[in-house]
């Protein structure tokens, strides 16, 4: 586990939070735009092995200072090729912890399998309207924070499916190049705006507004 410099992983107090990758090797998914993929292709000598970080696990437990943790962000943890014992024995050793864990992903449907404990925020990925199926109301979870990061934003989003329900949403560029439509970053704060939905735009978004808010706390 590392301090990180992604943005919207950042504590109430303004501090860094944390990223951790208990679940490592290469990312099942073939996102052209990977980061991770970037990083393990240029370090030949990482271990592409998907499995269970065990000497990791306890890490967020020995961290003090209530915190935002970004969990998987070299993977996506509930890919149907994850073991989901992984994922159970994750929210074992961390729903009595006072950090915030966050997760993404692209497979909604597998998520839902789960029983969340209330200190994790669960996250999907979208990068236009090819991803319809991560807008159903059953991908909310009313007792925790639910929130669609669009990063990076590649196309257009249709109007109905910016939802209620929705505590936050999060909008990002291709690093390094920028959103190029800025229109579509002005339709999804105006929709956001009027469903009362708290939205991070991203430095890499070169958005000419800084706008950075986070959802509130759900106890």
Request: glycine residues 6%; contains cysteine; aromatic residues 16%.
């Amino acid at each position: 586990m590392q301090k990180t410099k992604i943005e919207w992983v950042r504590n109430p107090d303004g501090t860094q939070g944390y990223t951790w990758n208990p679940i490592k090797g290469y990312c099942p998914n073939d996102c052209p735009y990977c980061y991770a993929h970037r990083m393990y292709n240029r370090f030949k000598y990482w271990n592409k092995t998907i499995r269970l970080d065990k000497k990791g696990l306890e890490a967020p437990a020995k961290l003090k200072k209530p915190s935002r943790i970004f969990v998987g962000s070299m993977i996506d943890m509930y890919h149907p090729d994850i073991n989901r014992e992984w994922i159970h024995r994750l929210f074992s050793i961390t729903k009595n912890l006072h950090h915030t864990f966050i997760t993404l992903t692209k497979y909604p449907y597998e998520m839902i399998r789960y029983n969340f404990p209330h200190n994790w925020w669960q996250g999907i990925t979208v990068t236009g309207d090819e991803w319809w199926d991560c807008f159903q109301p059953e991908f909310y979870y009313p007792n925790m924070t639910s929130f669609i990061s669009f990063e990076p934003l590649l196309h257009p989003v249709k109007e109905s499916h910016i939802k209620d329900g929705l505590d936050w949403i999060i909008m990002g560029g291709l690093t390094p190049k920028p959103i190029h439509k800025k229109e579509w970053i002005d339709d999804i704060v105006e929709r956001a705006d009027n469903l009362g939905i708290p939205v991070f735009i991203k430095d890499n978004a070169h958005y000419p507004i800084k706008r950075q808010e986070f959802p509130k706390e759900k106890k």
